[in-house]
């Protein structure tokens, strides 16, 4: 099945240019990832679903002007989310310098004006401000939001990729206004910061 389908499936629909971007970064990943083990499965079917994963969220958070996704790794979720919001801007934060150079390869491939790679620790990132911060599988809740408290504004929203440990994750972080959203085996954490 086709990536288009599988998006109208989950009632998520795009434009053609975001589905012409995402098919050049499968080639992309596949290529790099061949030589530089950029990500788990390489199957079309399995990037598929990370893309669809990324995006997913977009159907139940509010709008946001800028976002910074921490440890974006092969692009998952903070790249696709860049490709499917061309207008927001975005910060990919990632540390390790073989994802930088995938992310920057990728961005000025797809001639996205709206991504900055920055090759940091998010609490080594200074002078940026966003609204939403996305996070998927890089570290604890609690963490995350300490980590990130010096790059968000006052009105920040927190979107997080979850997997099974979430409900410990939400009483040890002590937050409240959150919604948790499922899908297969994934819990997506929406959280509002301080309203």
Not at 3 to 32: A, G, H, M, P, Y
Not at 34 to 61: A, R
Not at 144 to 165: A, P, W
Not at 169 to 177: D, R, V
Request: charged share 30%; hydrophobic share 40%.
């Amino acid at each position: 099945m086709q990536l288009k389908e599988l998006l109208e499936k989950e009632n998520l629909i795009f434009d053609e240019d975001f589905l012409k971007r995402c098919s050049t970064f499968v080639e992309l990943l596949q290529k790099w990832g061949k030589i530089h083990n950029l990500s788990g499965s390489l199957k079309d079917e399995d990037i598929y679903e990370n893309i669809i994963d990324s995006v997913y969220p977009l159907s139940f958070i509010d709008d946001f002007q800028s976002f910074a996704d921490i440890g974006t790794g092969a692009g998952y979720p903070g790249l696709i989310l860049a490709m499917a919001k061309p207008h927001k801007k975005c910060y990919l934060i990632e540390p390790r310098v073989k994802r930088v150079a995938f992310l920057n390869f990728v961005k000025n491939t797809l001639g996205l004006n709206n991504v900055e790679v920055l090759c940091k620790r998010v609490e080594q990132v200074e002078d940026i401000k966003v609204d939403l911060v996305t996070s998927r599988a890089v570290t604890n809740t609690s963490l995350l939001l300490d980590l990130t408290k010096n790059i968000i504004e006052q009105n920040c929203n927190f979107l997080f990729y979850k997997g099974s440990m979430l409900e410990d994750e939400i009483a040890q972080a002590k937050i409240e206004k959150i919604k948790i959203i499922k899908r297969k085996d994934r819990n997506y954490l929406y959280y509002k910061g301080k309203q």
